[in-house]
């Protein structure tokens, strides 16, 4: 005994280290992997480099979509132009670059300010999360700030600009920066008259920051007829990128694009970014294709019945569900039990709502039997709400991306997608869908999209143009007969799957969505009470089949007794005769038995010889 | 390196005479270059000229400290800034212009400059 609990300690102490082991080596090995990751996506911009141009190397911005658009970043060690119009964005664009470049690739910074003081900016990008001083105390960002008032200054004869290259050059030196921001460099055309000088110095101070081997960005004003109103243009002749903020039907949309780069590919189209807590973000979403790879994975639509409908199943992970229908035919209900049954999963889901506030659908859910609050609470449901008009289209796109980037759901909600056209035109609400829903099949996300068609017009399309584009097309109608108006729904289409025909009556219940049958009647298809009538009709006349059946049944019942009762009586009235039969029988061969006796022995008497012929001696009974 | 020319009144002047107001002068350069080198021969005819005892000047080389740079907010070399009296004004280039410069020192009216 002791032995085995000697053994057993002895033995217990290296089951736990192998067991540590194993976890160390998981967890290795998920490091490991995530390195990986994070290096094929660090290398698959710097792999475009390398065909393009194996030496131009480059200076990640840090900034979201930006260095993947310019694959890797700006040019390192040469001068970029921003430009832009007021409030676009340019300096934010500019100090992310500086934070980030300080923070997150070791690359300290110098933001030479020509606008803003240094509390000033520092107060700007606190919003954003950046603390500026911070940086300034930890020597990682220089933030030097030019002023030039021109009601101080006079001109008299020569001058050059090595005040500001000393200055310049001493902030680079004295925290070694790799980076430099001139925000904007105009201001010098305001502070200073003679532009003959000014010009020449420029084109120095371009020459010297890249002798200097510094990655610099120059912000530039939007001017009239050319990028920037003095011509930077000129000067940098590297990279340009234009920031635009342009205001279409009262929404405004930033946009971002690369005039040039040279020495590289980049994306050349108008790109839409967004500027919130984290910064800028831009994404380049257009040029998606269709490789996506699909999923034989069914997930259920939350109701049993719609279920059974398509295909038994569901719908495919990764489709795309469109629901339309007139106003106030459950839409939103259906979405909700999607979204239920989804967290139910275990899946994260996320609302877009565009018409609700989240509080007013958890509560109108919350009457036909579907509660939500559990899943908000638990995490796995949010709800993002907004008004479309908030934003113009783009922006709109760029949002979902980055809360489907954030929130990484399985199945997302939109709430309804008919909203998008308020933001902007038809045209550009569809192409916008588009290029949602090839994303949302990219990243296999289950989208069910809610649309919302006018009660005039009741056809089989979609107001917004993308029933071409969805997997499975749900629709939802109300059928007004006998002065009621009842909900149907159909399926118009299920791509892959072999999908219920049939139009069904569909009941918000209390304990949620409920498909039943339809009746086909003589007038056509009914619901409601129409249909509850023809089903009590129905069960009276099975009621009164089911009790014909039992009055036959029992009559038959009656006859078969009453025949067995004859059967009986006469069988007893048989024996009763066959009784008496015996008895007279019986008494018949008495009597001959008798006589036959009396017969011999008168014979004995009278000695007789011979016995008389015909006369048995004995008469056997039967 | 701050090398300051000791054109001033004696002390007991200064102190004695309340209605002689200092100039002081302040010249930013950046190392011995012919443009910083004609600022200043010109920065001194001009004070002898019209200062004549009531001023001092201070030669900044910002090659040697950059720091100071950002003090007086320069930005063009080379540049006079008059510190006093107040208020305070700057005067970039070499001073060629005699004229120009008098009025940006406000030592002329602007509608005697021609």
């Known amino acids: 005994m002791g032995l085995i609990v000697s053994v057993f300690v002895k033995a217990s102490p290296d089951i736990s280290q192998a067991g540590r082991k194993r976890v160390l080596a998981s967890q290795d090995m998920f490091d490991r992997e995530r390195m990986s990751k994070r290096k094929e996506h660090m290398t698959k911009p710097k792999n475009k480099k390398k065909t393009v141009n194996p030496t131009l190397p480059k200076a990640p911005t840090g900034i979201q979509g930006l260095d993947h658009l310019t694959g890797g970043g700006l040019p390192r060690g040469r001068p970029t132009l921003v430009c832009g119009s007021a409030g676009c964005g340019k300096t934010l664009l500019a100090m992310e670059f500086i934070v980030r470049g300080a923070t997150q690739h070791g690359e300290p910074g110098v933001f030479m300010a020509f606008e803003e003081t240094s509390d000033e900016l520092a107060q700007n990008v606190l919003s954003l999360g950046f603390d500026l001083n911070d940086l300034i105390k930890r020597k990682k960002v220089v933030v030097d700030f030019v002023r030039i008032e021109r009601s101080e200054i006079d001109e008299t004869g020569e001058y050059d600009l090595e005040g500001l290259f000393v200055r310049l050059g001493h902030a680079i030196d004295s925290i070694g920066a790799k980076r430099v921001v001139l925000d904007t460099l105009e201001a010098l055309f305001s502070g200073l008259l003679n532009t003959a000088i000014l010009r020449a110095e420029l084109r120095r101070l371009f020459r010297w920051l890249k002798d200097k081997g510094v990655t610099a960005v120059i912000t530039g004003e939007r001017g009239e007829g050319q990028l920037t109103r003095h011509g930077l243009e000129e000067y940098v002749s590297d990279c340009v990128i234009l920031l635009d903020n342009r205001v279409i039907d009262q929404v405004t949309t930033r946009r971002l694009r690369i005039v040039k780069y040279r020495g590289t590919t980049h994306g050349t189209n108008e790109y839409p970014f967004l500027i919130d807590e984290n910064g800028i973000s831009v994404l380049p979403i257009t040029s998606l294709g269709l490789e996506h790879d699909v999923s034989e994975e069914r997930i259920s639509s939350g109701v049993s019945r719609l279920d059974t409908m398509l295909g038994g199943a569901g719908y495919f992970r990764g489709s795309s569900v469109l629901v339309t229908g007139t106003a106030g035919t459950g839409k939103t209900s259906l979405a909700a039990h999607f979204a239920r049954a989804a967290c139910g999963r275990g899946e994260k889901c996320l609302y877009f709502a565009f018409e609700e506030s989240p509080g007013q659908i958890v509560r109108n859910m919350r009457s036909i039997g579907v509660n939500l609050e559990p899943w908000l609470k638990k995490g796995l449901l949010s709800f993002h709400a907004m008004r479309s008009t908030m934003h113009g289209l783009e922006t709109h796109l760029t949002t979902f991306h980055k809360m489907i980037q954030e929130i990484q759901p399985r199945v997302i909600i939109f709430d309804p997608i008919d909203s998008m056209v308020q933001a902007g035109t038809l045209k550009d609400a569809t192409s916008v869908l588009t290029r949602l829903i090839d994303f949302l099949k990219v990243h296999r996300i289950t989208a069910l999209l809610t649309n919302l068609v006018s009660g005039g017009k009741i056809s089989e399309s979609s107001s917004v143009d993308i029933s071409s584009l969805v997997d499975t097309w749900l629709f939802l109608r109300d059928m007004e007969l006998n002065g009621e108006r009842n909900r149907a729904l159909y399926i118009l289409k299920s791509r892959g799957m072999a999908h219920s025909n049939q139009v069904r009556e569909f009941l918000l219940t209390d304990r949620g969505i409920d498909l039943q049958d339809v009746y086909l009647g003589p007038e056509g298809v009914l619901t409601g009470s129409a249909r509850q009538s023809q089903e009590s009709r129905e069960k009276t006349a099975a009621l009164v089949r089911r009790q014909e059946i039992d009055s036959k049944q029992r009559e038959r019942k009656r006859k078969r007794e009453a025949l067995e009762a004859r059967i009986v009586a006469l069988r007893k009235e048989f024996e009763a005769q066959e009784e008496e039969m015996d008895r007279l029988i019986g008494q018949e061969m008495t009597r001959e038995n008798t006589s036959q006796e009396d017969v011999e022995r008168m014979a004995d008497r009278r000695k007789a010889d011979a016995k008389p012929d015909g006369v048995p001696f004995r008469v056997t009974r039967r | ?114």
């Open chain 2, 1 to 114: 390196m701050t090398s300051p020319v000791e054109n001033v009144p004696s002390k007991e002047t200064k102190s004695g005479t309340s209605d002689v107001e200092v100039w002081e002068l302040r010249l930013y350069v950046a190392g011995q270059t012919p443009k910083s080198l004609t600022a200043f021969s010109n920065l001194k005819k001009l004070c002898e000229a019209h200062l004549a005892g009531r001023y001092k000047i201070e030669v900044i080389d910002l090659l040697k400290q950059p720091q100071l740079a950002a003090g007086d907010q320069i930005v063009a070399l080379p540049t006079l800034v008059r510190k006093l009296p107040e208020p305070l004004r700057k005067i970039v280039g070499d001073l060629s212009n005699t004229e120009r410069a008098l009025v940006g020192l406000q030592l002329r009216p602007a509608k005697w400059g021609t």
